[in-house]
């Protein structure tokens, strides 16, 4: 069964805005993975958060997580065209279970 | 950063056929590998993880005779889809975990196998 929600479904913003995707989780988790995925391609590893962090950056990225409301957001600032993917959350206990994910449309 | 790799990258069968999905890790020796589904516009949902030397661990609702998975050595596990059917058709993605060094062991992903069941 799936572990995570993730909303927004779908997002479509303009080249250089921000675009932030929340996801939430079920049972307790030892870290967070956010992974992004072009249409019909396999999986980009982004970013991982240890459960003992609140807070990660990486480039353009940034990704929160709240370990007492089980959520954890991903935020990419200044986006490109080239964002335009689905982005997955993936929580981990034993295994590696993915969220619905946030289909992301960056416009030129 | 680890590899793995699918092969095939796609494939068309013919309904009540099989069909053998190769996942290989390339640099690092897998004891665990996993094996996700995933249609069009959906998320990936674990089918199985699977364990070098022994049985894999089906999740709830997948088919264990229909989704054969053998982990016979570390850096290869293959599923065989059997008999398949037009509703087979997915987009296959298996991972591997690299259990080497102190943690988290990542899984790495490979680039997935679309399966067309006519």
């Given at each position: 069964s799936q572990q995570g929600e993730e909303d927004p479904q779908a997002l479509s913003i303009q080249e250089g805005e921000n675009a932030t995707m929340n996801c939430s989780y079920k049972t307790s988790i030892n870290n967070l993975q956010w992974y992004r995925q072009n249409s019909g391609r396999g999986l980009v590893h982004l970013i991982l958060i240890r459960s003992n962090e609140r807070e990660k950056h990486s480039g353009r990225l940034r990704v929160t997580l709240d370990t007492s409301k089980k959520s954890s957001s991903l935020l990419i600032t200044a986006?490109?065209?080239?964002?335009?993917a689905s982005y997955f959350c993936a929580s981990k206990g034993g295994k590696l279970i993915f969220g619905q994910g946030t289909e992301l449309s960056v416009k030129p | 950063g680890a590899v793995v790799s699918q092969h095939p990258s796609r494939v068309i069968c013919k309904s009540g056929t099989s069909v053998k999905i190769e996942c290989r890790s390339l640099d690092f020796q897998a004891t665990t590998m996993f094996w996700y589904r995933q249609f069009p516009k959906q998320s990936l949902m674990l089918m199985a993880t699977s364990n070098e030397g022994s049985k894999a661990t089906y999740e709830q609702g997948v088919e264990k005779d229909k989704f054969l998975i053998n982990?016979?050595?570390?850096?290869l596990s293959t599923l065989t889809v059997t008999s398949?059917?037009?509703?087979?058709?997915s987009f296959y993605i298996c991972s591997a975990r690299d259990h080497?060094?102190?943690?988290?062991y990542e899984q790495y992903f490979g680039p997935g196998t679309r399966l067309t069941v006519t």
């Amino acid at each position: 069964s799936q572990q995570g929600e993730e909303d927004p479904q779908a997002l479509s913003i303009q080249e250089g805005e921000n675009a932030t995707m929340n996801c939430s989780y079920k049972t307790s988790i030892n870290n967070l993975q956010w992974y992004r995925q072009n249409s019909g391609r396999g999986l980009v590893h982004l970013i991982l958060i240890r459960s003992n962090e609140r807070e990660k950056h990486s480039g353009r990225l940034r990704v929160t997580l709240d370990t007492s409301k089980k959520s954890s957001s991903l935020l990419i600032t200044a986006s490109r065209a080239a964002d335009t993917a689905s982005y997955f959350c993936a929580s981990k206990g034993g295994k590696l279970i993915f969220g619905q994910g946030t289909e992301l449309s960056v416009k030129p | 950063g680890a590899v793995v790799s699918q092969h095939p990258s796609r494939v068309i069968c013919k309904s009540g056929t099989s069909v053998k999905i190769e996942c290989r890790s390339l640099d690092f020796q897998a004891t665990t590998m996993f094996w996700y589904r995933q249609f069009p516009k959906q998320s990936l949902m674990l089918m199985a993880t699977s364990n070098e030397g022994s049985k894999a661990t089906y999740e709830q609702g997948v088919e264990k005779d229909k989704f054969l998975i053998n982990h016979a050595s570390l850096t290869l596990s293959t599923l065989t889809v059997t008999s398949a059917h037009p509703e087979d058709s997915s987009f296959y993605i298996c991972s591997a975990r690299d259990h080497t060094g102190p943690g988290p062991y990542e899984q790495y992903f490979g680039p997935g196998t679309r399966l067309t069941v006519t």
